[in-house]
T-cell receptor, first 112, second 117 residues
Framework: DTGVSQDPRHKITKRGQNVTFRCDPI?????LYWYRQTLGQGPEFLTY????????KSRLLSDRFSAERPKGSFSTLEIQRTEQGDSAMYLC??????????FGQGTRLTVV | AQKVTQAQTEISVVEKEDVTLDCVYE???????LFWYKQPPSGELVFLIR??????QNEISGRYSWNFQKSTSSFNFTITASQVVDSAVYFC??????????????FGKGTLLTVNP
């Protein structure tokens, strides 16, 4: 499978715990995006990487969120001290020099 | 700021009916890109089409067609002879170039299409 891969697909965590999600983009894609999607809404932009550089972060990304893309390959999104409002689908997308974004299947986070 | 409005929250049709999903966008940029994505129950967003602001030609791909009208800031999507497999949430999205390479997408809230047999 050569699509965007996200792990885990589902995560249930207790409030206050830290969680980390992983995204493996399509190998030749140098651009990587994280989006968050809540029920009944469209995805909202969180952050953007070109290769290993994080070039933009949304105001939605509070200090409890951090994303990395070491060596410009896979990316991780960590949420510290999770809150119930963090419950959502976290989507990763990658794109080549052209700009259609190809999305993974997402990680559904439930904070209880 | 960019904005995308999909006024239809849910649409239900019977198989073989034609259905049009509406999309209205707002941007002050003269160069922008419009997209449609399909999100089936599995959750993965599937790319359907990209259009740039300088190309108002309508496009047809099989049972799918798209009508782009800059005068009304609309980019509507029509499915002809709908099938049950078309049931999904459909998102319209807008992108403008920022920071040299960032084509982040602004999505509408989506339209849930249910095609009944």
């Amino acid at each position: 499978d050569t699509g965007v891969s996200q792990d885990p697909r589902h995560k249930i965590t207790k409030r206050g715990q830290n969680v980390t999600f992983r995204c493996d983009p399509i190998s030749e894609h140098n651009r990587l995006y994280w989006y968050r999607q809540t029920l009944g809404q469209g995805p909202e932009f969180l952050t953007y990487f070109q290769n290993e550089a994080q070039l933009e972060k949304s105001r939605l990304l509070s200090d409890r969120f951090s994303a990395e893309r070491p060596k410009g390959s896979f990316s991780t999104l960590e949420i510290q001290r999770t809150e119930q409002g963090d419950s959502a689908m976290y989507l990763c997308a990658s794109s080549p020099e052209l700009f259609e974004a190809f999305f993974g299947q997402g990680t559904r986070l439930t904070v209880v | 700021a960019q904005k995308v409005t999909q006024a239809q929250t849910e649409i239900s049709v019977v198989e073989k009916e034609d259905v049009t999903l509406d999309c209205v966008y707002e941007t002050r940029d003269t160069t922008y890109y419009l997209f449609w994505y399909k999100q089936p129950p599995s959750g993965e967003l599937v790319f359907l089409i990209r259009r740039n602001s300088f190309d108002e030609q309508n496009e047809i791909s099989g049972r799918y067609s798209w009508n782009f009208q800059k005068s009304t800031s609309s980019f509507n999507f029509t499915i002809t002879a709908s099938q049950v497999v078309d049931s999904a949430v459909y998102f319209c999205a807008l992108s403008v170039l920022r920071g040299g390479s960032n084509y982040k997408l602004t999505f509408g809230k989506g339209t849930l299409l249910t095609v009944n047999p």
